[in-house]
Every structure is written in structure tokens, then in C-alpha cells.
């Protein structure tokens, strides 16, 4: 049985042209946390918005100190105002939460005569002592900027920042595991649909000049100098993106809540593990090449990505040390394969560009590791990454195809496995006329996402082992069982497999002081779990449909456990015709959502600009 211990409520207003930020918590000093009194094993958070008016869709990060422990971005809102709730699990920061934090909230924005949409907040967290729990980590050191001793913002922000920091880990540790937070932002928010170096000046007459370093992306994780692990980001699709019709009022996927990538670094502890400081490096690398098919990884990449990490730790006996092998590491560079093709029309002028990217690689770090009790056992981080890209720039540029897959396979010799599948196909044209400008444009992209093992995150299948009916949380935060009961326990899940795809057509107009914009998103879920007692079965838990158009939800379908649940979505409106949206002031019509040339959508996280957000008394 679920028990209810304690709720703290902070209430965040975000409404100046600055965005000062005022943080309160229950019997606390403003931006200060304090731990309730009384036990507990998990906490969710629940982070409701409103908003009205016309704004961008901005990044919203959340620390407990210097740690990122929730990245997450806002809906773009409408003349008559919008609402929305998300709930994320928090107990993976337990060690956290447990001792007394300094609490930032750093969602920039910007309130002028253009831009009248404030985003008026509320974070609640809801303390709780669940019957059995995964284990979390002892210890969490961030891999951050570390700025929260003077109420700033802890991200980095790659090229221009050296990404590093450097600890002497506890001797005693046994387990560890690195996750990474990135995202593209400014002219680097739709890297997926950059150019080849060596093509960004194919339509400047046109269009101007386009983004570069190709549409492929690598974030890296360095431990002393060396590869310890990679990241091949998930393409993110902010709620402005592409086109705004897309996203209204389904938003795309992790768009609320960015997913964080795990690497095991556990066969690296018998260096780390020596007294000695040790150096953690976040990258970020695309594309060089010489114009002639050959590409090499390239050492910065455009502006820019907001990166952060975190070292999870898994500790020993006091006064113990770990020991063992050096790692050995196999990490050759990626196959990289590129190639282009520029036609011309009548005129002689440039017309279509043609560019494909593919790239593959493995990982692998080995060791063993000798424990406190004097065990040792071979620890393993294994990778296998492979990726294609398709981009077709046509009518001088004011059209473009972009159809991109990226798979991967980590796994840890810790039994941790992490399989998924990332495809996308863009298709969308850019077009003026006597000052109107639109764009058309049809979108299908999915995610295919199976977890096993001891994930240092929440994987999902928590609330449903070893119950008769699964407990869920209503949009008060609080617990409450939903029906159908099952007739008897579920057994017993070991990982979660989430599948997911979002496809439809979207359209938007803009014409004197007015703008608009529609379409149509249809998206299925499906929440899985795997089976304890029958390896690679999967279980249905939970599935969803929800098809939308012209900004109202015209179908909504739930079932829950072998049960349909009513959707109090169904047949809501939230306003076709009020989007009002303004970017960039570029020659080419492209700059509008900021992918290009001309002026990117400005990047206001971690004071790259105004309306930072932090924590004040």
C-alpha cells in the first residue's frame, strides 16, 4: 500500500521583463529546501503551467544546487491562455533530497511589446514511503559550471564553454554511472537539418547562409582525457518547432521532459578510485569535411548546446577501498560516410542540394573490479551506434526533405541493457508573397525505447510490480487508483519498452500583424514491461491514441492493464487561429523558426540573454 507523508508547495512566478523568479517553500527561507520530518523513499514533482499571450516555446532547467535534476520547455501559448501539468518521478535523487539544497529554476524568457507571454508556474513535491524501491545512488557530484553559490544557473553551454570539472571520487565506491543532459538551442536546435561545411553557402543569393557541421551530432563523455562513453541525441522537437499547428496541443516527444543518456562507468573505478583527481568532460562534436566526401569528426559544432552531467554513486564500506585492472578501451573513431550533390537550373543558379550522412561505431571498456569483501568481477561498458541522414534542399532552398534513423545498443555488465530506435522524416516548404509568408509542412518521427537492468532512472514499471491495481497520480500530485483492478498480482517486470510515434500535417500563415497556424498530429503509445518470469515477453500496461486537429483533441483512447479509462481530453479546444508567432529577422524565410540564416531564435537559459530565472530571497 502507497502511504502519503508530505507535500512541500513552491510556488514560481515568472512575469518581468528580467524574469526574476520568486521561489517559496512551506516553513522555509525563499529558495532554500529542507527536508520534511519524516521518512521517505520516493518524491514527484508536479509542474504546472499557464500562460497567455504570444512567446516562444523556451528551455526550463531545475537544480537541487549545482545537480540538473529536470530539464523540461514550455508550450507556446495562445491569446486566450493555456494550462499544462507534468509529473516526474524524483526518488533517483534521494541522496538529494535527504539534506538540505539550495533550489534554482532557471527558465529564461523575455516580456516586451512583441513577446506578451509570462509563464506563471507551480512546483509542488509530494514525499512518500513505498513498500519496495530500487536502489539509489549514495552520492550524486554534479558535472556542471557549479555556479548556485552565486544563485546562478549550473549549465554549460558547448563550444563556448570548457565542459569539465574534476573530483577525487570516494575510494569506496562500487558502482558508478554517468548520465548526460544536452540539447541543441539557437542555430543549433535543428542541427538534424544542418548542411555539410562545405555546402552552407549553396543559396546564399537566396536564402543566405546555412548552418553547418552537418546534420550529424556526438555528445561524448571524457574521463581523464578518454572516451568512456557517447551519445547520439534524440532529435528533439520543441513546441514551436517546425511548425507550431504540430503542437497544439500534443507536444512533441520528451519535449516536457528531455531524456537524460546513462553511461556505466564502472570499469573505470580502479583509477578513479586511486585518491587522485580525476577529470569528467562533456563534448559535443559534428562533421568537418574537405569537399571531397571524406569527413572527420569535427572539434566544436555551432551555438549551441546546453550540456550538463551527473556521477552516480553506488558506495561501500566506509573506510574501504576499490581496487582492480586499468581499463582497457576500445573506442576507434566512427565510420563517417558522406557525399552531396548540387543541380542548377536555366539560369545557372544553384536549385536542389543532396547531401547523405551515415555513421557507425562501437564501444567497448573493460576491467575488473575488486571490492571491499574482497570479490572480483568483470565490469564491462559495451556500445553499438548506428545512423543515416537524408537531406534534400530544393527550390533554392526554400524546401527540404530530412529523413534521419539512429539506433543504439548499451549495455553494462551490471545487467543493464538500453536498446532504441530514433527515426524522423521532415518534409516542409517556406514561402513569401506580397509580405504573407507560410509554410507547409508534414512530420513523422517516433521513438522505440526498451530499458532493462538497474537503471539509475525510474524506468516506469515501479508502480505496477507486485500490485492488484497500479497506483497513479491525479494532477493534484496526489496518489489515487485508477480502474481497471486486475484479478490478480501482475508479475513481476524487470524493465520497460516504451513505443511511440507522432505524424500528421501542419500549416502556418503569417499575414500583416496576424498569424496562424493549424494541422493535424495523430499519436500512439505504448507502455510495456518485461516479464521476470518469461524473458523477452512483454506486457501492455498501458496504451494511448490521441489524434488532434486544428487544435482540438477529436480522439482520445487510454487503456489501462486490459481496461479502457475515460479521457477528460476528448473534444477540448484551446484556440485555432491565435498563434502569433515572430522570429528572426533573416532574409530567408526559414530564419522564422530559427533554422536559418538569419537570426536564431535567442537563447535566454543560463544568462544567455534576458528573463534568467533563479531562486531569490
Known sequence: MVVFIHSYLWIISLASAMGSLLLLSELTLPGTYTPPPCSFNRVTINFTVTSRGRQFDRLGLMYLGDIEVFRTSTAEPTARGIIWTYIKEMNQYNALWRTPQKIIFDLGNLIDSTYTGSFNTTLTATFSTIPTL??????ILPISARRSGENGASAFSVPTDNASVAYQIPQNAERAVVSLSACGQATEEFWYTNVLNTEVYTFEEEIGTLYGYSPFREVQLLIDGQLAGVSWPFPIIFTGGIVPGFWRPIAGIDAFDLREHEIDVTPWLPVLCDGASHTFEIRVAGINDDGRDTASLSDAVGNSWIVTGKIFLFLGPEGSTTSGTTPKIDASPPNLQISSEVTTNSTGANETLTYNTSASRSISVTS???TSNGSTFPASWTQELTYTNLNILSAQGFTQYTKQTTTGADRSSSGYKNIYSYPLIVNSTFTTSNNNISITASLS????FSLNGPSVFPSGVQSFNGTTSPAFFALSGHQQQLTPYTSSPLPDLMGARTITSQSGNAAFLSAGNASFSAGTTNQPFSFQGSRTDALGTNLELYRRNVRAVNSSVVSDGEVLVGGRVPSPLEGQRIGVGEVEVVR???????????????????MLVGGGG???GRAEE
Open 610 to 612: 534576458l528573463g534568467v
Open 134 to 139: 530500487r536502489l539509489a545512488a549514495d552520492q
Open 368 to 370: 575488473e573490479v575488486k
Open 584 to 602: 528572426g529577422e533573416g532574409r530567408g524565410v526559414r530564419s522564422l523558426l530559427g533554422r536559418g540564416p538569419g537570426a536564431a531564435k535567442e
Open 445 to 448: 518521427r517516433g521513438l522505440d
